[in-house]
């Protein structure tokens, strides 16, 4: 429900010529960071330069890049009640949005290819059931909203032929506290939606991975690679990467084994080079990245602390940290591509549309 | 086990003065780098001392002074031990499903080429290092095959190991701590990310003593988990846990001297344990022994709660950004 206010202003924004990204500076990325006390969203350079910044309203988690016009969503940490449409060119907040009652945004988003539509990953606030809000975008207007297909999804990617592929992690969080509610019982699932928000496959982890929750998505050939994050016993040795192709079982590609708990059973970001053959997880917590082929052959872990957004771009993989520093990731190592005293939050957007 | 116990010559680092000056290249210098050469040094004995005899008993004493070594190091999670799984190779713990025993037995049936030096240390983690030598050392059961050729092999694999280790941080890495932030350092860009990473391998490894060498014994209280302990056949789950807190509280000691309550801390859990008398945790199945142990277990998180507040300012760190948020 657009509110009248937001109705003139969408009205307003649509009156102008739309900025494009070419018009700032034509960005690789998306970060969100924290500058001093306040929060920040900055477009980067393929080499990790800033090319413009803009203040958030709080902490940000993810961001959704229109395909083609200066337009930027942030959204709130999970469990989120707002996010923002932001104006790449002037900063400003152009739309507030706001899930429906008793609806929270749960943490990504999605545009459609021609960026006529948004898509929200939320969940219904007790119970956590996953909804996908539908928005217009011309003055973003919530539409409609589809059936997730499980509990608590958190990413989600467009695939080819404006299908939609989510991660519902299975997790039940208390709607206040984040507090994880259902984890001996977690059955989290991949789901691919038709572009109308039908259910087309679903497939869920093997009984002992029904703790790994499959939280974050990036888009490869034929289909997806997936990251998990483990809630059984830390000690069991678990894989964090998993390949899946609709229509096939998901695949999963343990670390070899002397990397076992290398990543502390967590990954926070996935991306992918199909040019590279790579596929780069990161984890915050071990401080680690770790590199797999695109077959999902594990070929190298790399050491920073803090390490977590990690992307694709012309020049690559690219990952940044809490510390300020954006690196270029390799299957040799890490060099440093730029250094600022902006604490990089979880994830790095890539605005390579051609993949 | 018990004079090994009495012995307890660690306890004396609890009443050693703080250093004149702390700060990372104090840590660097007295916590750290002497940490990785007593490991070898003591790995070094115990691979001769296996040389020399494959006799369990007479072996002991040297595993003992090398698990010691190891504890003085073990929580430490960034350097040459991160590389290949080496620390995974220097202690497989937990093992919940039992894979380094599955390993060694076909170890020990096996082709006998597979124990030669440079064939070793392709062999799983889970059947080297000090968790494998326990199981020689210590057996609980009939081993099926005489293990003198893989104590020798267990043994020599964790002396190369741990070299390996030390020589890396005295050639390179102590230097790329003490570099931190000068140019061409790539690894640390600032001092304050090497304090940064420091104080986060004492939070971790306060959190490993709460979770894993307290948690896994305790588990609930219907269903507590004694066989779970860390080292039970050879009698160290106390010792582990008492000797990685010392250790801990030896290296925030060289990290700032302005952190009295997370010493007063550290003072206040080691003399928990030290009432606690129960050197496997084997009381954790009794109501009164659960519930002593709780208390020990309840002040390491008082602890590390009093770290975070104290020591993290003192310092001028926190955890980081993203691996404090969790996603």
Redesign the interface.
């Known amino acids: 429900m657009a509110t009248r206010r937001a109705f003139l202003a969408g009205m307003a924004a649509a009156c102008l010529p739309a900025p494009t990204w070419a018009d700032v500076g034509s960005p690789a990325f998306l970060a969100a960071g924290k500058h001093g006390n306040g929060f920040v969203l900055h477009g980067l350079s393929a080499l990790g330069v800033s090319l413009f910044n803009i203040d958030l309203p709080a902490r940000g988690h993810a961001a959704a890049a229109h395909p083609t016009q200066a337009i930027a969503v942030a959204f709130a940490r999970r469990p989120g009640t707002f996010a923002v449409v932001l104006d790449c060119l002037t900063g400003r907040v152009r739309h507030q949005l706001t899930p429906p009652l008793g609806r929270q945004f749960n943490g990504h988003g999605a545009f459609s290819a021609d960026g006529s539509l948004l898509m929200t990953s939320e969940v219904e606030a007790v119970g956590s059931a996953g909804r996908i809000g539908v928005w217009e975008t011309a003055t973003f207007t919530r539409i409609g909203e589809w059936d997730s297909g499980g509990i608590g999804p958190h990413d989600l990617k467009r695939l080819p032929g404006g299908r939609l592929v989510i991660a519902n992690g299975g997790i039940q969080t208390d709607p206040f506290d984040r507090t994880k509610l259902n984890l001996p019982d977690m059955r989290p699932n991949l789901t691919l939606l038709s572009p109308s928000g039908e259910i087309l496959d679903q497939v869920e982890l093997a009984p002992e991975l029904r703790q790994n929750s499959i939280r974050h998505l990036a888009v490869m050939p034929g289909g997806v690679a997936f990251a998990m994050q483990w809630e059984g016993d830390a000690a069991d040795p678990v894989p964090q990467l998993g390949l899946w192709m609709p229509g096939a079982a998901p695949r999963l590609c343990p670390p070899a084994q002397s990397g076992a708990f290398a990543m502390r059973g967590y990954a926070g970001s996935i991306a992918v080079s199909s040019a590279g053959n790579l596929i780069g997880l990161t984890s915050a917590k071990a401080g680690a990245v770790m590199l797999f082929d695109t077959a999902g052959t594990p070929t190298a872990t790399h050491h920073r602390a803090d390490i977590s957004g990690i992307a694709n771009g012309a020049a690559g993989l690219i990952a940044t940290d809490g510390q300020g520093a954006v690196w270029r990731v390799e299957t040799d190592g890490l060099s440093l591509l730029s250094q600022t005293d902006v604490a990089w939050d979880n994830h790095l957007i890539s605005l390579d549309f051609a993949g | 086990m018990l004079k090994y116990l009495l012995a307890a010559p660690y306890l004396a680092a609890l009443f050693m003065t703080a250093p004149a000056r702390a700060d990372f290249p104090e840590t660097v210098q007295q916590h750290i780098l002497p940490g990785y050469a007593k490991l070898a040094a003591t790995s070094a004995d115990l691979a001769a001392a296996a040389q020399k005899s494959c006799d369990a008993t007479a072996l002991q004493p040297a595993f003992h002074a090398a698990f010691d070594a190891w504890l003085g190091v073990q929580h430490l999670h ?1 350097g040459p031990v ?1 590389a ?2 080496l620390g ?2 220097i202690q497989f713990w ?4 039992g894979s380094g025993a599955k390993a060694q037995r076909s170890l020990l049936l096996g082709d006998p080429a597979a124990l030669l030096p440079e064939n070793f240390a392709d062999q ?3 059947a080297r290092g000090l968790a494998g030598l326990e199981r020689l050392l210590y057996p609980t059961k009939s081993l099926p095959a005489d293990p003198c050729a893989l104590i020798r092999a267990t043994a020599h694999d964790l002396a190369r190991v741990t070299d390996m280790i030390n020589t890396a941080w005295i050639e390179t890495y102590a230097n790329t701590l003490l570099t931190a932030g000068d140019a061409g350092n ?1 690894v640390f ?2 001092q304050s ?1 090497v304090r ?2 420091l104080f ?1 391998q004492v939070i971790a490894g306060l959190e490993f003593a709460q ?2 060498r307290l948690g ?1 014994p305790l588990g609930s209280f219907d269903a507590p988990r004694p066989e779970r302990a860390e080292s039970i056949a050879s009698g160290r789950s106390l010792i582990n846990l008492q000797q990685s807190l010392l250790s801990l509280r030896d290296m925030a000691q060289t990290l700032t001297p302005d952190a009295p309550k997370t010493m007063a801390a550290f003072d206040r859990a080691l003399g928990m344990m030290g009432k606690l008398q129960d050197p496997t945790f084997a009381n954790v199945a009794t109501i009164q022994g659960r519930l002593k142990t709780e208390i020990v277990q309840q002040s390491i998180t008082a602890l590390r709660d009093t770290a975070l507040a104290e020591l993290g300012p003192a310092l001028g760190v926190s955890i ?4 404090a ?3």
């Open positions: 960034f991160e290949d799984g995974l190779s937990p093992d919940p499903k799983s983690v889970a790539t860009l600032t990310e940064q990473l986060t979770d894993q896994r980081g950004f993203n691996a948020d969790g996603d």
